[in-house]
């Protein structure tokens, strides 16, 4: 397990003190895609580089499988994608980049080899596998960053907006491979500003505003929490008048609706008002993450 304990990180310039993180706490455990969501500046990313050892904390502790910043092990446990340029060397080859990291996390030079050749096939880099890692596309290095972040198959892996700058198939394929991760018991911790990518992927969402985790919950019960009663309405015949007491809005054939009700109950008085209307369809709409995540971190300028 990933144990990020009370951390707090400021920056200080000449002219001020920015406080980052304040007391922030967050768990990740082996099997399941952890979301960190947060808005620009928020300091996503300074946990991630606090947890891979890049930035010191000003205070709090860290840990991943009970070993902490320091001990030989605590590197083998984890790997990560911060930025696409990062632990990629430029003028090497994505082949010789990936069999490089394999053999220094510990793999012999013939695994390393299978393993490079491997993640180049799967993630479509093949046809690339020679060029100077400096000439690939910035997708293209994005993959090349992930299968180095994943090379050596550590326990936890640690991705900054993974998806930045992928193309559609890349992006699914991507995705698929986190899934697959964490159906293999692999403890991911992933932070993304695509609401959709953090939808479906994302067993958990924690979620950083203004220096401390806001919310950290199971997304089934965070959608749940914020499931609207909001209903969307087809009729067969468009509404003449407008007889809706509760709030509502009409499109212009005036045969959709989307009606707001402050209690589920309310449903039968909806019924009751539209009766003479035929109804083709009435389903309720589900809350999304976008909207949660929104209000979860509304700031007054924002409102
Ligand atoms: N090396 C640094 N020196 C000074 N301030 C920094 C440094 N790194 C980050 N910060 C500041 O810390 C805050 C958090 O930055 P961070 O990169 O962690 O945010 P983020 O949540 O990853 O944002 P984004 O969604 O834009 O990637 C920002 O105010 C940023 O300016
Ligand atoms: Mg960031």
Same mark, same amino acid.
């Given at each position: 397990?990933?144990?990020?304990?009370?951390?707090?990180?400021?920056?200080?310039?000449?002219?001020?003190?920015?406080?980052?993180?304040?007391?922030?706490?967050?768990?990740?455990?082996?099997?399941?895609?952890?979301?960190?969501?947060?808005?620009?500046?928020?300091?996503?990313?300074?946990?991630?580089?606090?947890?891979?050892?890049?930035?010191?904390?000003?205070?709090?502790?860290?840990?991943?499988?009970?070993?902490?910043?320091?001990?030989?092990?605590?590197?083998?446990?984890?790997?990560?994608?911060?930025?696409?340029?990062?632990?990629?060397?430029?003028?090497?080859?994505?082949?010789?980049?990936?069999?490089?990291?394999?053999?220094?996390?510990?793999?012999?030079?013939?695994?390393?080899?299978?393993?490079?050749?491997?993640?180049?096939?799967?993630?479509?880099?093949?046809?690339?596998?020679?060029?100077?890692?400096?000439?690939?596309?910035?997708?293209?290095?994005?993959?090349?960053?992930?299968?180095?972040?994943? $090379?050596?198959?550590?326990?936890? #892996?640690? @991705?900054? &907006? +993974?998806? *930045?700058?992928?193309?559609?198939?890349? =992006?699914?394929? !991507?995705?698929?491979?986190?899934?697959?991760?964490?159906?293999?018991?692999?403890?991911?911790?992933?932070?993304?500003?695509?609401?959709?990518?953090?939808?479906?992927?994302?067993?958990?969402?924690?979620?950083?505003?203004?220096?401390?985790?806001?919310?950290?919950?199971?997304?089934?019960?965070?959608?749940?929490?914020? $499931?609207?009663?909001?209903?969307? #309405?087809? @009729?067969? &015949? +468009?509404? *003449?008048?407008?007889?809706?007491?509760? =709030?509502?809005? !009409?499109?212009?054939?005036?045969?959709?609706?989307?009606?707001?009700?402050?209690?589920?109950?309310?449903?039968?008085?909806?019924?009751?008002?539209?009766?003479?209307?035929?109804?083709?369809?009435?389903?309720?709409?589900?809350?999304?993450?976008?909207?949660?995540?929104?209000?979860?971190?509304?700031?007054?300028?924002?409102?």
């Amino acid at each position: 397990m990933i144990q990020v304990e009370s951390v707090e990180k400021a920056y200080t310039s000449r002219k001020n003190t920015v406080r980052v993180l304040e007391r922030v706490s967050l768990e990740v455990r082996p099997g399941e895609v952890c979301a960190l969501l947060g808005r620009n500046g928020s300091g996503k990313t300074t946990t991630i580089r606090i947890i891979c050892g890049l930035v010191l904390p000003d205070a709090g502790r860290v840990s991943i499988n009970g070993y902490t910043l320091g001990e030989p092990e605590y590197m083998a446990q984890f790997g990560a994608l911060i930025d696409t340029n990062r632990g990629l060397y430029p003028r090497l080859s994505p082949l010789e980049n990936l069999q490089y990291t394999c053999m220094v996390r510990g793999m012999s030079r013939q695994a390393a080899v299978e393993r490079a050749k491997h993640l180049l096939e799967e993630l479509g880099l093949w046809d690339k596998r020679n060029a100077p890692t400096q000439t690939l596309s910035k997708g293209m290095l994005s993959k090349l960053a992930f299968a180095n972040a994943i $090379a050596h198959d550590p326990p936890f #892996v640690l @991705l900054d &907006e +993974p998806t *930045l700058g992928l193309d559609i198939d890349a =992006a699914e394929a !991507l995705e698929a491979q986190i899934r697959q991760m964490a159906q293999s018991g692999k403890g991911i911790l992933l932070t993304t500003h695509q609401m959709e990518v953090a939808e479906r992927l994302a067993s958990r969402v924690a979620i950083l505003s203004k220096g401390r985790i806001a919310v950290d919950r199971p997304k089934s019960e965070l959608m749940a929490m914020f $499931a609207r009663q909001t209903y969307r #309405v087809v @009729l067969a &015949e +468009p509404l *003449l008048e407008d007889i809706l007491p509760m =709030a509502h809005s !009409l499109d212009e054939t005036r045969t959709v609706l989307e009606v707001s009700l402050e209690h589920p109950r309310q449903i039968y008085e909806l019924m009751d008002k539209l009766r003479p209307a035929p109804i083709k369809h009435i389903e309720r709409l589900e809350a999304d993450l976008g909207e949660i995540f929104k209000t979860l971190t509304k700031e007054p300028h924002h409102v």
